[in-house]
């Protein structure tokens, strides 16, 4: 299987505390995305990072991509109650393959 | 703009029964895909339609079958609907696929098959 794979599953940490989920995954790429999922919702992009990039930041997320490694990490700083939700990482070569998600639940 | 919207959003079958689930953008989007997703599992393709008038198959296809309405619509059809078929079906859309850019989703169908 192609399917990106991300870890942790799952983390759960303070409110105000920053949220490290990582991603790897096995081809060569064009490009990585981020996506969020609140409960029982759709999917919203967060952030795309291009294979010639290795860092990217919008707001309090930090993307960081190592094509070396084949991985990615998303840095979620000072994390809110609202931050809770699943995290997807996606990467696209010919298609997009995606990872099973981190399920983050921040604590108040 | 209402983005990607899909219908129902929920919707209970029995084995056997068929249904079509109903996708459309606004954003004058060429390429429209569907998923479905599995508890602990992330998003498989079913179908997509690269452009209008185009639908080619993606990981998961057998047991659906799709339709590119016009360049707003896409459904999706369960011609015999299995209680494998349970799970949750997106649809997104984005300007090219052959880009991988950026995909919206829709808000999703929730599907019971007993």
């Known amino acids: 299987s192609q399917q990106g794979e991300e870890d942790p599953q799952a983390l759960s940490i303070q409110e105000g505390e920053n949220a490290t989920m990582n991603c790897s995954y096995k081809?060569?790429?064009?490009?990585l995305q981020w996506y969020r999922q609140n409960s029982g919702r759709g999917l919203v992009h967060l952030i795309l990072?291009?294979?010639n990039e290795r860092e990217k930041h919008s707001g309090r997320l930090r993307v960081t991509l190592d094509t070396s490694k084949k991985s990615s990490s998303l840095l979620i700083t000072a994390s809110r109650a609202a931050d809770t939700a699943s995290y997807f990482c996606?990467?696209?070569?010919?298609?997009?393959?995606w990872g099973a998600g981190t399920k983050l639940i921040i604590k108040p | 703009n209402a983005g990607v919207t899909q219908t129902p959003k929920f919707q209970v079958l029995k084995t056997g029964q068929s249904m079509t689930l109903q996708c459309a953008q606004d954003?004058?989007?060429?390429?429209m895909y569907w998923y479905r997703q599995d508890p602990g599992m992330g998003l498989r393709l079913i179908y997509y339609?690269?452009?209008?008038?185009?639908?080619d198959k993606g990981e998961v296809p057998n047991g659906y079958n799709v339709s590119r309405l016009n360049k707003r619509e896409f459904s999706l059809r369960l011609e015999s609907a299995a209680p494998s078929q349970t799970s949750v079906y997106f649809c997104?859309?984005?300007?090219?696929?052959?880009?991988?850019?950026?995909?919206?989703f829709g808000p999703g169908t929730r599907l019971l098959v007993l």
């Open positions: 997104a859309s984005n300007w090219d696929r052959q880009l991988q850019e950026t995909q919206y």
């Open positions: 954003m004058n989007h060429n390429s």
């Open positions: 339609s690269a452009s209008e008038g185009t639908t």
């Open positions: 081809t060569s790429i064009n490009n």
């Open positions: 990072i291009r294979s």
């Open positions: 996606a990467y696209s070569n010919y298609q997009l393959i």
